[in-house]
């Protein structure tokens, strides 16, 4: 899995800081610009304390996402509140095997060497059709949720929390935590104030979303 943040909004915590001003300020918005940094800080500090986060709709972040499984994609895309590109398997020829081994399965040599023979099969065969002259299109559909992927998305910070709220949960499937978590740690550099408190809803609410109070990371 390869994670990097590609671009965001220039000034990712000044603008919604601003904007949040402005919602209580006579003072026009181009004007707010001057408002010295620290009471900027100090704004969005607040509201965001207070959950008022749609001001953070105005800061968007687009990560390049390579080498996961359409298992992890199909998840992804499951979050509306974005923007996706993702490599199309009409028109890319998957020809060599390239696919995501879960620890679990790599962990056990037995289940390691029995997991790798069947996708040495399936590739095979993914190919055997293609040679057929089967269209891509068409051929991909023996290929397996393991396959790699690529993909870019972009997400305002609003929808960010919401992903790190659900997917940074030890109740999110292990591989897009693993991205969540990624994500996360890429972007509290840049916006410090908006991301401090994101992740599951024990860190950022205080209280378990799936109501496991066995779970390790639950608020003893
Ligand atoms: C642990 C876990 C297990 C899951 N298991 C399953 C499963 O078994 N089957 C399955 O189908 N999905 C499953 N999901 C996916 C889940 O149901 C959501 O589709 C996914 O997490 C996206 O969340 P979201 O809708 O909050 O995000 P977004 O689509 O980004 O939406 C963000 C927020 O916008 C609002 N919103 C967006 N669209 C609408 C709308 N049309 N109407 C009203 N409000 C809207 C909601 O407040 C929503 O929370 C699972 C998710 C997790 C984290």
Redesign the pocket.
Known sequence: MNVKLIGYSPNPEKIPAMAAKLTHSITKPEELEKTPEDDLKAILNHVINLGHTSVIEHTNFTFAISDVSRSLTH?LV?????SYAQQSQRYVNLKKPNYVIPPKIAANQVMKKAYQETMNIIWKQYNKLLEMNIPAEDSRYVLPNATCTNIIVTMNAR?LL?FFE??C?L??QWEIRKLANLMLKEIQKKAPIIFKNAGPTCKSKGFCSENNNECPLYPK
């Open positions: 998840q499951r979050h509306r509140i974005a929808s919401n659900l997917r949960c109740h999110a």
